[in-house]
């Protein structure tokens, strides 16, 4: 009986069948919509390295055929057969997916799976639809990965930025619609070998569960040699007839598929309408549209001359979204090259509403995405990290969660000093945003000094970073703790705090309430300074104030204050 997985479900290849040929078939589709079913075999960093190991329509086999592409049978929109131990040394991941061939969006999806066949029996299948997707355009189903043996995993993880995003995250460059007429499947007198050929040998082996039903074999892509040598125009651009003859020179400058960079300055208004001219090489850009593609808008979307013409200063939008961080005196992050995400005027509307919440894009590894959510990039360095369990909110692309123990001698100090944490370990190439209890979030980076703050104040921090228990010197703090976790080294560490903290210097006479101090610098000595006089006690009632902690240090050091008591 076949095992059904849901999203993130993962299981050794053994344990579901004794076999190693398998059959792999995916059903996916959408009215309206035309879909492009691939496979990548991708190396331990899981990058395409060898583009020969890029399965699809075009290329139907990898060269020692472990892997082909047989095409639609069975009820399954396309289908694969994988040779798991004919697999080369230096691929260690398949990665299946399917990408939309033109516009429209995974929501829209009917009902569909990944499904393994293995013996001619059904062994596994992850069941997908529209409502587990938004609006990516390629997503990876499902993967063959090789940790100590091969494994199967149901992916359910997609891009919005479609195929090109999908081979960029496999390390790979989007050139096939650039290579298209010079395909080099008609060098080849028989069929193409992705349409179950008449060579009658053991393909449909008795390892499949469905038979690969023979196919017509399908007309060669290129009619006639003597074709031009450029890409046919977009959709909808037919140049008039009359200026054809004077264009030669243009059409002998090299073809590109699509302007993804030669985008107008914001805040410029766009040129008047001009009189006809002739056809303009293909790629270039048409004057009066935008180019966009960046930061949620869709590429070549039309400006509409309105609301340019009436933002014409460039640099007038105002920062709103990132002036909480000022405030607090910590440097702003994630604002891309002087263009606040929220600054490009547009129409209203559900996408105008949405734009100040959109995603802070920036290339470092740690971004605060508001006052109490954190980002991390775990591709960035390839460092795991290491935070609170149940702190993750959502998260983007290939990363596990582990549990992270402290063993028996960490846990018999946590639970003897109060300093115990609960951590989770997360690991792999994705962004991953850690949030609690709507607490403001600082990611302080030390490099070689150290930290000493509360295990109940620390979110998460990098696996480089070493920690440890400190104690507190004094005769004690009564309803308090006596220690703080000491974390020194290289990496971040991100504290959370209930509102926004302040930093003060640390001078002789600096004091602070044991139950609101977040942090202070390792090179601080600290001391509990008690203010119990026995006159005062034989009195009824006091101040509350009565024990603190003092700090003294050389110039430089400093202390974290939090506008809250715990």
């Not at 651009?237 to 002998?252: L, R």
Request: charged share 15%; proline share 12%; hydrophobic share 35%.
């Amino acid at each position: 009986m076949a095992r059904e997985f849901q999203r993130g479900h993962k299981a050794k290849i053994s344990d579901l069948t004794a076999g190693t040929d398998l059959y792999v078939g995916v059903q996916i589709g959408a009215p309206g919509l035309t879909f492009d079913i691939s496979c990548f075999g991708l190396d331990a960093n899981e990058q395409l390295t060898d583009d020969r190991y890029f399965v699809f329509f075009n290329q139907p086999k990898s060269p020692e055929e472990s892997i082909q592409l047989l095409g639609a049978q069975a009820g399954d929109t396309e289908s694969f057969r994988v040779t798991l131990d004919r697999i080369p040394a230096h691929i260690h991941k398949l990665s299946f997916t399917a990408t939309i061939d033109g516009a429209g969006q995974m929501s829209q999806v009917s009902p569909g799976y990944i499904r393994v066949v293995a013996g001619g029996e059904e062994v596994v299948r992850y069941s997908f639809n529209g409502s587990e997707f938004s609006t990516e355009r390629a997503v990876m189903l499902g993967d063959f990965y090789l940790k100590d043996v091969w494994r199967f995993a149901a992916v359910g993880q997609g891009f919005d930025g479609g195929l090109e995003a999908l081979l960029k995250n496999f390390g790979g460059e989007v050139e096939e619609e650039q290579q298209q007429p010079a395909a080099p499947v008609p060098q080849q007198g028989a069929a193409p070998g992705f349409a179950p050929p008449a060579q009658a040998g053991p393909p449909p082996a008795p390892a499949f569960g469905a038979p690969a039903a023979p196919q017509a074999p399908a007309p060669a892509p290129v009619p006639q040699a003597p074709a031009p040598q450029f890409t046919p125009p977009p959709q909808g651009s037919t140049p008039p007839p009359a200026p054809a003859p004077a264009v030669p020179p243009v059409h002998a400058a090299q073809t590109i598929a699509a302007p993804l960079h030669t985008q107008q300055p914001y805040g410029q208004p766009p040129h008047a309408p001009q009189a006809p001219q002739p056809p303009q090489s293909y790629g270039q850009p048409v004057p009066g549209q935008s180019q966009g593609g960046q930061y949620g808008y869709p590429q070549g979307a039309p400006a509409a001359p309105g609301p340019y013409g009436q933002q014409q200063p460039g640099g007038q939008y105002p920062p709103q979204h990132h002036q909480p961080y000022q405030q607090q005196g910590m440097p702003p992050q994630g604002i891309p090259q002087g263009i606040p995400p929220q600054g490009i005027p547009q129409a209203p509307g559900l996408q105008a509403a949405l734009q100040k919440f959109r995603e802070t894009p920036t290339g470092q590894r740690w971004t605060p995405q508001n006052e109490q959510l954190m980002r991390v990039d775990l591709g960035n360095n390839g460092t795991a990290v290491l935070a609170r369990q149940g702190s993750m909110v959502m998260y983007q692309g290939k990363v596990e969660f582990s549990y992270k123990g402290a063993g028996f001698k960490g846990r018999v100090i946590g639970n003897a000093t109060g300093q115990e944490m609960q951590l989770m370990r997360c690991t792999g190439a994705g962004q991953v945003f850690f949030a609690e209890s709507a607490a403001h979030l600082h990611p302080i980076e030390l490099q070689g000094d150290g930290i000493c703050v509360s295990a109940e104040n620390v979110l998460a921090f990098d696996e480089t970073l070493q920690h440890e228990v400190r104690r507190i010197e004094g005769h004690g703090i009564p309803g308090g703790a006596l220690f703080t976790m000491l974390f020194h080294g290289t990496g971040t560490v991100v504290v959370k705090t209930q509102g926004v903290p302040v930093v003060l210097p640390v001078t002789p006479t600096t004091f602070a309430d044991s139950n609101a101090i977040v942090a202070w610098s390792a090179a601080s000595q600290v001391i509990v300074s008690s203010q119990v006089r026995l006159r005062r006690q034989a009195f009824p009632g006091h101040s509350g104030e009565t024990v603190n902690l003092q700090f003294r240090g050389a110039p430089g050091n400093f202390i974290v204050v939090q506008p809250y008591e715990v």
